[in-house]
């Protein structure tokens, strides 16, 4: 089977990320959620003093995105790939609704989003990967072999992260995390740097009514389908 890039593009919480996981683990390529790296340099941008009281220090960001370092190792015992900042296990944290609220005015940073666009491409050379963000298929990877973006109501993606964060034991109302989507998508689209758009010969995928297992046949036939 040849080796391909698959870039996922989508709005936040549409199960991108579970499904880009899932999909790497099935055909044996690379997985790299590019938005745990957003979050990561917010995380570090909030415990550092730099992003306060709703203000970037956009200076000191700027000198110090070179020492942030981002990888990504698999745990072993669930077989999942942790995000990891300067050597940190950052995994929980980055998925906090803390994180969660101040990473879009982060990610509009030209200078974050160049550093991270570099690393993301750099990631990608040999190819075999699965790469899930916003700009995967437009600017990271434009001439990835197959390039899938996804969509769900606000509302039905609002319901997913709100029991995936109660699993986890995080006490947020719905009603606080649909209005976070929605702030989210709001930015994601309108921001002048890579905003979140469909790439012209990406693929639409509207899992709204969709399970698990018949959004993993319809990818599974798509990448079969480039890479026979
Ligand atoms: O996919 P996510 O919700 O974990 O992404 C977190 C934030 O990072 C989201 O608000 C948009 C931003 N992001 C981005 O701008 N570009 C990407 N390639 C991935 C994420």
Redesign the pocket.
Known sequence: MKKIIIAIDGF??CG??TMAKDLAREIGYIYID???M??AVTLYSLENGIFKDKEIDTKRLQKEIKEIHISFLINQETGCPETYLNGNNVENKIRSMEVSSH??PI?TLDFVRKAMVAQQQAMGKAKGIVMD????GTTVFPNAELKIFVTASPEIRAQRRYEELHTKGQKVSYDEILENVKQ?DDI?QRRSI?PLVQAEDALLLDNSHMTISQQKEWLMQQVNHITK
């Open positions: 936040s919480s991108k990320s590019s938005g745990a957003y979050r990473v879009s990610s963000g916003r700009d995967i989210r994601d890579s």
